[in-house]
């Protein structure tokens, strides 16, 4: 549910992404982050109006995981309109989540504005204030709870090893970085790393990034219970199809 803003644990997880997320030390601040957690801020960034987003990367990964199987034309057309809607299933949860948070919560700030400002006057002895304290990556103009990252990942993951299976090993690239290659045992831990790469970017708290990932997860569990389910039993629209399928 929506975090506590006053509460112990959402200190403790502005704290870390002050440690974690900023973009240089300060002087009451030193960057904790390694430079392979560098590197998959970027691998999972695509935020570009040139670059595929994170909807789109997803949607190639599934494309990818599909040709290496061979899945047939029809199969992987149905593997493609779940992983889509799926996401926009996703899309909707996060940004309503983002907007409209319900029960007199207002949206929550981004941890650059706690740490910049809110921080000196939470009533916290576990917060800082840092005044010059910048995220690793640009701070997007919306609010932080849930990470749309996140959701999207958490959809996409839900589709993909409903189908391949869940120790589904693979490789992927992205538009962000050239040559550079990321391997995964199974599509719930690129998605959990797709996650903590906004950590690293200063961008979302842990929460919002987690319960953005199970929100993402849940949303495409209705899409996989309805939307193109496999038929069972021979095809009745000619010899098109390979597996029969449905739209419900």
Known sequence: GYPDFGSEEYAQEIEEIRRIGGAENTALTTIERTADQEELVFFWLVDDVDTERPPGQWLRIGQEVSVAEEQSLIDSART???LGVAQANAGIIAWTGKWFPGDGQAPQPRPVSVINHIAGNDGSDLTIQDPDWRSFDDTPPFPDYVSGHATFGGASYAVLESIFGEDY???????????????????????????????FAGVHVRSAGIEGETAGFAAAQAILDTLAAPLTGEPTFGTLATTPWILA
């Open 80 to 82: 493609l309109a779940q």
């Open 169 to 199: 090993e693979f490789s992927t690239i992205t538009q962000e970085l050239d040559g550079v290659t990321r391997s995964f045992s199974s599509f719930e831990e690129a998605a959990r790393e797709n996650t903590e790469s906004r950590f």
